[in-house]
């Protein structure tokens, strides 16, 4: 089993839907949480950047943790053909700064 | 602008040749990665450099070699040990734990 397990997808939504991509790890140290978000042949941006349990906010993207699960999400609302892309997953423990990376969803927002 | 730069965009290369992938970064980090990234998988580390003069091997090191003479710079040699190299490779630059990723380099063997 990988430490960290993602949903390769693709995941197709209608444009304005909500859109889930999670993550579930196995490794009970890690603390920090990460998203990014990568477009086709280009290098990863980063999206959210979460310490330990609890909700993060920033415009339409919500990041959650629940380290109790370990398992951790990402919300994306009113979704548009520009949120297209690949989100990847990383997260770290605290004696560490080496992220480990999940395999990456790929999403397909349709007009 | 500040930012991390990777050249070239794209590499092809003969086997048995060697091929150097070059990073530059002016965002003052001290820390640089290198991953490579296949299609279906997640990043996998090769290299990384704390500070100058100084690097740790990663994950998948063997077939790889890099050196760090200046912060700005963390140049990455495929060799051709390297039996499949043929990848995408993403060098980073971190601050506190924030990574950040430059463009990538798309180094196709023939």
């Known amino acids: 089993q990988k430490e960290v397990e993602q949903d390769p997808g693709p995941l197709s939504v209608p444009e304005g839907a909500i859109v889930s991509l999670n993550c579930t790890y196995s490794?009970?140290?890690?603390?920090?949480f990460m998203w990014y978000r990568q477009y086709s042949r280009k290098g990863p941006e980063l999206l959210m950047y979460t310490y330990s349990s609890g909700n993060k906010e920033d415009g339409r993207f919500t990041a959650q943790v629940d380290k109790s699960s370990k398992y951790i999400s990402l919300f994306i609302r009113d979704s548009q053909p520009s949120d297209s892309a690949t989100y990847l997953c990383a997260m770290r423990s605290g004696g560490s700064y080496i992220p480990t990376f999940g395999r990456g969803t790929s999403l397909i927002v349709h007009p | 602008d500040g930012g991390i730069t990777q050249s070239p965009k794209y590499l092809f290369r003969k086997e048995g040749q060697n091929v150097t992938l070059s990073c530059e970064q002016n965002?003052?980090?001290?820390?640089m990665y290198w991953y490579r990234q296949d299609p279906g998988q997640g990043l996998r580390l090769i290299y990384y450099s704390q500070i100058v003069n100084d690097f740790q091997k990663g994950d998948i090191a063997e077939g790889y070699s890099v050196s760090r003479e200046k912060k700005e710079s963390f140049p990455l040699t495929v060799t051709s040990a390297q039996k499949n190299p043929t990848a995408f490779y993403l060098c980073?630059?971190?601050?506190?734990?924030?990574?950040?990723f430059g463009p990538g380099t798309r180094l196709t063997v023939l």
């Open positions: 980073a630059s971190r601050v506190g734990g924030e990574q950040f």
């Open positions: 490794n009970s140290a890690f603390q920090y």
């Open positions: 965002l003052n980090h001290d820390a």
